[in-house]
C-alpha cells in the first residue's frame, strides 16, 4: 500500500538486548523498527535505571567472561563514538571466606583469559580497607578477596 510505511524487521523490547539487537541490524542495512510497551529508556527495563554495571566474573562460566571482555570493548567504542562518557571504570572487590569454590573459579577463569585482577588475602584486605569489619564476609585466616580496585 503506498504511504505506508514498511521495514524489515521489528525488534519488540528496547531494553539492552533489543537495542543493541536493532542498531546492529540498522549498521547491516536492514530497515529496523524497534518498539516498547514503555518507550525508550524507562526505568521499569531492567536494563534501564540509573546506573548498571559490567563485569567479568562469573565463576567457571569461562563463555561469559569472554563475552563480557568482548562485550565492554563495544560499550566503550559505543561511548566514544556518542561522544557521551556514560562508563566509569571503578573496578570491584569479590569477597568469599576460605573455602569459596566460586571465588576461586572466578579466579581461575580470569587468570584463563587474562583479565587483569588482584587477590587479597584477609591481612591484605584488612591492611588496604581499614574502614572495613569483614568478619562475616571473611571467615577464617584464609579468606581471600579478588578484584581490580581503582581505576585504569
Ligand atoms: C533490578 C535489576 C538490576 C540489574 N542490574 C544489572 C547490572 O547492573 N548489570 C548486568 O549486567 N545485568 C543486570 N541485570 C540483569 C540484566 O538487566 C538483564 O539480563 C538484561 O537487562 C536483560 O535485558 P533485556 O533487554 O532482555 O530486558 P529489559 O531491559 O528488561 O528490556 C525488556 C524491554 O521489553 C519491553 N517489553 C516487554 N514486553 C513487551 C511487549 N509485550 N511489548 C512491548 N515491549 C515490551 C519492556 O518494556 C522493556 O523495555 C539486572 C536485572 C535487574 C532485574
Known amino acids: 500500500m503506498s504511504g505506508q510505511k514498511t521495514c524489515d524487521v521489528a525488534v519488540i523490547g528496547a531494553g539492552v538486548f533489543g537495542a543493541w539487537t536493532a542498531w546492529h541490524l540498522a549498521k547491516r542495512g536492514q530497515r529496523v523498527v524497534l518498539i516498547d510497551a514503555y518507550g525508550p529508556a524507562h526505568s521499569r527495563a531492567s536494563s534501564g535505571g540509573e546506573s548498571r554495571i ?27 563514538a556518542s561522544k557521551v562518557p556514560l562508563f ?22 580470569l587468570r584463563r583469559c587474562k583479565v587483569p585482577f588482584e587477590e587479597f588475602d584477609r591481612a591484605a584486605l584488612e591492611r588496604k580497607y581499614p574502614q572495613v569489619s569483614f568478619e562475616e564476609q571473611c571467615s577464617g585466616p584464609q579468606a581471600s578477596g579478588i578484584g581490580k580496585t581503582g581505576t585504569g
Open 88 to 109: 566509569h571504570e571503578t573496578g570491584v572487590l569479590w569477597l568469599g571466606g576460605e573455602d569459596d569454590s566460586q571465588l576461586r573459579r572466578t579466579s581461575a577463569t
Open 54 to 80: 559490567i563485569r567479568m566474573g562469573y565463576g567457571a562460566d569461562e563463555l561469559y567472561t569472554l563475552w563480557a571482555q568482548q562485550s565492554l570493548e563495544q560499550w566503550k567504542s559505543f561511548f566514544v
